[in-house]
């Protein structure tokens, strides 16, 4: 996996919160893939990759679908939840630009922002990662962490 070209996309693709933010995620999903027995290089690829469309305003998110296969609930989610597109289209990036494969670092980016019924240990990690990395600031992200 070339590092240095993520970090490279990253930095010129999201705004300094926003990479900070993924820096964090990144840094803490590794350290919570350690704790519970999980590929740490596989949680900190997804910690890095999980945000990297964020910038993108609503109706970009929802052009990048266009020429795309839409998954089951597009619609819906680009009508009532359009922030969360991202997940979807963060996980398209990972695959087309930086060539995952890996469905378990797929997966873990679509979920990370709505979670799901059959998430893996990675998701999972990911999932709590994002909600409680260190630059979160609502109430709930010290209680998680």
Sequence with gaps: MDMEKIYKFLSE??????????LNVAKLSARLAKIHGESVEKARLAGL????SKNKDYKRQIDFFKD???F????????Y?????????????????F????????????NHTF???KMTALSKILFVSDSSSLDRKGKQAPLIR
């Excluded at 693709?13 to 993924?22: A, M, Y």
């Excluded at 990759?49 to 990297?52: F, P, T």
């Excluded at 089951?72 to 009508?79: E, R």
């Excluded at 060539?99 to 679509?110: N, R």
């Design 68 to 70: 795309r296969k839409q």
């Design 81 to 97: 939840a359009p922030f969360a597109l991202h997940s979807f289209s963060s996980a398209i990036i990972a695959e087309e630009v």
């Design 72 to 79: 089951k609930g597009f619609s819906d989610l680009a009508k």
């Design 99 to 110: 060539l995952i494969k890996d469905k378990e670092i797929l997966d873990a980016i679509k």
């Design 13 to 22: 693709n999201l705004d300094k919160e926003r990479f900070e933010h993924t």
């Design 49 to 52: 990759l999980h945000d990297c």
């Design 115 to 117: 979670a799901s019924v």
